[in-house]
């Protein structure tokens, strides 16, 4: 009998997406586990790959032996490497898309040039003139020990004068430091509220399944997660919080440092890659116990994962539209019940599948009711059709313009709240009626006044401002539409001495920005803040007495089945911004349908009563909670052959089954994007069909048939 390891090689291609099987040799018999990362021949030539199974067996002719051992540690769990599999199965993406989902690309793809990170303590005294050494020996003595990565990462050129300093005896290389213990007092919990200490004891009484944790905006659901990781941390296991925005990654990992000290890691993309593979590191080996991060957070390898907290888990951030087109909320539940952790998912506004779950007892439910000392702020529906019949034409209301000056008066902060970029949303050309779009991209251009450029938003294509209308050659064009710069210039034209901060992906490019901008207005060094849905999830600005919700209906009437949903929960997060200090708060909002359920429920902050009207809503017509969605999306330059694909791909769909509803094939909403035409296809299918695996299989066939053909499962946006 041999020992056998199956490998899934780290290469993306159809024909490649399952494991190779090579023979163990002897002297890595008694070493190689599920998760190791090995270099093996393949082909012509050699690759790394992932241990996905290791047994003893009869090997077959022309196996080949695996060559080396990459790390001398595992660089995925057992549990990972089964979460893999599951979501190339359930997700149709390839098993290599999933573990490089899993393994950070300064692992994956350096993973032998530095097996251990050194630490460096500095060592006696040092005279000499300034130089780089001189600046990392001071470095060193004042904050050693400290890693290479840290050094290399301040001193980018510093390998040459670290080996000389450690050759000249001033720097020794020294073991890793544990994990400091939290600060003194870090350890004392604040008074929970009866509703809180009530929502905790029920948590821990049933730990290892999931729950939805339901609490009103400013209820102290922060609170609830602390307490619950204090309790994992006592048991000497991990916890796992992730965010839907990097933007509130800053006010969250000061809340959670406050409580766990240095314990406190974050993730994101906003973190170079020494950061991503320290961090890495000391999650696999157990160093660090609590990490606050965006989605991508969830595939971290924790050995002892105790708590998996989901954020905001409504908000469609946590689904990846890019292969492996996962939802980070499915696979921190997969996580919680493969590992036996406690999932958390918390929510003022909770998705209707998450709360229609919880009714079928697939999650725990638990409720915060009541805002922690404060109470919910009033809201004031403002018809803009009754503005425009008595002459007003400007962007703000009579109302939300009165309310802003006296919040300011006051001394108090305002928000003003609108999904959208730019000054303008299109440019429109009076003559002709021809609205100015992105030569490769059906979709209009977005007019920027500081730049003086129309900017398209999927190609990111710049251009001049044109001044005769490129169809009719008329003089007579025109800005429509309001985004956030011109809110910013409203502002300025009432209020001239109001200092304004501005926050949308526009403003905030780097991951520093985010937490500039939160500090600058937290500390109030700005009076106004306007942004788009960034600022709309989960901030906590104490001195707000104002929300001006200045387009309500932006997303109402998209051709999306969650449109409503989402302008209900964009509403109600944005709401809550308001009235977390002493004052009781106000919110205006600005719509067009102030008749419309999403919006009169949003007014009343009455989530049930919204999601009892929107279940009606997708009973009827044949939508989640009750369907399976497939998104099936063809690509090319070549329209016709576009259409063609998408045609074909219906009729097989329609042949498979009578329970499947195959709607189109059609021009997508975005029918072209970066020079491209697009054709979609929508599945549905009532959950427990006899369709699931025979649909599964043929997705997947088409998908390595047709090269233009992407496939997503449940997707969150029909765009």
Request: proline share 6%; glycine share 8%.
């Amino acid at each position: 009998m041999d020992w056998l390891a199956d490998v899934i090689v780290d290469r993306v291609a159809a024909g490649l997406d399952h494991p190779f099987t090579y023979q163990i040799p002897e002297e890595l018999s008694s070493v190689i586990q599920v998760g190791h990362w090995v270099k093996v021949p393949f082909g012509h030539g050699r690759v790394r790959g992932v241990v996905s199974r290791v047994y003893a067996g009869a090997c077959p002719p022309g196996t080949k032996a695996i060559e080396a051992l990459v790390r001398s540690e595992a660089v995925l769990t057992p549990a990972l490497v089964e979460l893999a599999q599951w979501m190339a199965e359930r997700y149709l993406c390839f098993l290599p898309q999933a573990v490089r989902a899993m393994v950070p690309a300064p692992v994956r793809l350096d993973a032998g040039a530095r097996a251990e990170d050194p630490w460096y303590q500095a060592v006696g005294e040092r005279a000499g003139r300034p130089s780089l050494k001189s600046q990392i020996f001071e470095y060193c003595k004042a904050y050693g020990p400290v890693s290479r990565d840290a050094l290399l990462a301040r001193y980018p050129t510093a390998s040459p004068a670290i080996r000389a300093l450690v050759r000249e005896g001033f720097l020794a290389v020294v073991e890793a430091p544990s994990v400091p213990a939290p600060p003194e007092g870090s350890d004392a919990l604040p008074a929970l509220t009866p509703e809180q200490q009530q929502a905790c004891d029920t948590i821990l009484a049933a730990p290892a399944r999931s729950w939805l944790l339901e609490g009103v905006t400013g209820s102290g659901k922060t609170e609830v997660y602390l307490f619950l990781i204090q309790q994992v941390l006592r048991g000497e296991r991990q916890a796992l919080v992730l965010l839907p925005e990097i933007a509130l990654t800053p006010q969250t990992v000061t809340r959670f440092r406050r409580r766990f000290g240095s314990q406190v890691a974050v993730w994101h993309s906003g973190l170079t890659e020494v950061e991503r593979r320290r961090t890495w590191d000391d999650v696999r080996r157990g160093r660090l116990n609590v990490v606050v991060g965006a989605r991508s957070a969830v595939f971290l390898p924790f050995p002892r994962l105790g708590i998996i907290v989901v954020d905001e888990e409504h908000e469609p951030t946590y689904k990846q539209e890019d292969h492996p087109r996962y939802h980070a909320r499915e696979v921190a539940l997969w996580r919680g019940q493969r590992e036996g952790a406690t999932v958390v998912l918390g929510s003022a506004t909770p998705a209707i599948e998450t709360r229609y779950a919880a009714e079928q007892g697939r999650h725990g439910h638990v409720r915060l009711t009541r805002r922690w000392g404060q109470t919910l702020p009033r809201v004031e529906l403002v018809d803009m059709r009754e503005e425009l019949k008595n002459g007003n034409r400007h962007i703000f209301s009579r109302r939300l313009t009165e309310a802003l000056g006296r919040t300011l008066s006051r001394g108090e902060q305002a928000i003003l709240f609108l999904n959208r970029r730019g000054y303008s949303t299109f440019v429109l050309c009076r003559s002709c009626g021809q609205a100015l779009e992105c030569p490769d991209c059906a979709v209009s251009l977005t007019y920027h006044q500081a730049e003086e450029r129309l900017l398209c938003h999927y190609c990111l294509k710049q251009f001049p401002v044109p001044a005769r209308c490129p169809s009719c050659q008329s003089e007579k064009i025109r800005y429509f539409g309001a985004g956030t710069e011109r809110v910013v210039s409203e502002v300025q034209r009432l209020f001239p001495t109001v200092r304004i901060l501005r926050a949308d992906r526009d403003a905030l490019t780097r991951a520093e920005d985010y937490e500039a901008f939160y500090r600058r207005f937290y500390d109030g060094e700005a009076d106004v803040l306007v942004g788009t849905q960034i600022i709309a999830k989960g901030m906590d600005f104490p001195r707000v007495g104002l929300v001006g919700v200045v387009a309500a209906d932006t997303a109402l009437h998209l051709p999306d089945y969650r449109s409503a949903e989402r302008t209900f929960q964009l509403l109600v997060q944005a709401a809550g911004r308001s009235g977390r200090g002493r004052s009781p708060g106000v919110v205006v909002i600005q719509t067009y349908n102030p008749g419309h359920y999403a919006i009169k429920r949003a007014e009343d902050h009455d989530y049930t009563s919204f999601y009892q009207e929107e279940l009606r809503y997708r009973w009827e017509t044949g939508y989640p909670p009750y369907t399976e969605l497939w998104l099936l999306l063809f690509r090319g330059a070549d329209e016709g052959a576009v259409r063609d694909s998408a045609g074909e791909a219906a009729t097989r769909l329609r042949a498979l089954s009578e329970e499947l509803e195959v709607l189109g094939p059609a021009p997508a909403p975005l029918a072209r994007v970066r020079g491209e035409y697009r054709y979609q296809l929508l599945v549905k299918g009532r959950h427990q069909g006899r369709w699931e695996a025979s649909l599964t299989a043929l997705l997947k066939g088409m998908q390595e048939e047709y090269a233009n053909l992407s496939v997503t499962r449940d997707p969150y946006f029909l765009m």
